[in-house]
């Protein structure tokens, strides 16, 4: 179990995954604005074991060089490659801290509306073919899926790393 496990931006979990965190950690802060820099994000993380961050903040090796208590990153967003992470991974793997990212959480739903809309254009229709409000509809029902599915993700990643820690 996490001592203290810190959002330090909003994170885009669905309510019920917000409370499962305390399952797995003993304090669980979930900060609702987006910090301004490094040392905004270093007072959020403050003596916490874990972080939590989506795509719009950056954890560099400053701040990881500054959060000594840090023993796990989660991003709750895509992570495509190491060298595109908005987190330093090889820096925090070497201060043996695991950095753990998503993936597929929200690609089907894309796919469909590229494919939809690619047949349109073959067949000569202007886009987008979909109405508005039909678009709309379509988008939240995916991104309400996208989100449940993501937090589904990284509650999953959480438990992974902590009995992981447990057997090792």
Same mark, same amino acid.
């Given at each position: 179990m996490f001592r203290k496990l810190t959002a330090i931006e909003p994170v885009s979990l669905v309510p019920w995954a917000e409370k499962e965190l305390s399952k797995y950690a003993q304090e669980v802060v979930l900060l609702e604005d987006i910090p301004a820099d490094n040392a905004e994000i270093i007072r959020r993380i403050g003596d916490s074991d874990a972080a939590l961050l989506s @795509?719009?903040? %950056?954890?560099?090796?400053? +701040?990881?060089?500054?959060?000594?208590? *840090? %023993? @796990?990153i989660g991003m709750c967003c895509s992570l495509y490659s190491e060298e595109s992470a908005n987190v330093d991974i090889a820096f925090a793997r070497q201060q043996g801290i695991c950095v753990k990212g998503i993936r597929d959480y929200g690609d %089907?739903? +894309? +796919?469909? @509306? +590229? *494919?939809?809309e690619l047949t349109g254009l073959l067949h000569g229709f202007e886009l987008p073919r979909l109405p508005r409000v039909v678009c709309r509809n379509v988008s939240a029902g995916r991104t309400r899926q996208a989100f449940e599915l993501l937090s589904e993700k990284v509650l999953d990643n959480i438990r992974t790393f902590l009995q992981e820690q447990e057997m090792g």
């Open positions: @795509y719009t903040s %950056r954890i560099d090796k400053e +701040v990881i060089a500054a959060c000594p208590n *840090l %023993r @796990y %089907r739903g +894309v +796919v469909e @509306y +590229v *494919l939809h």
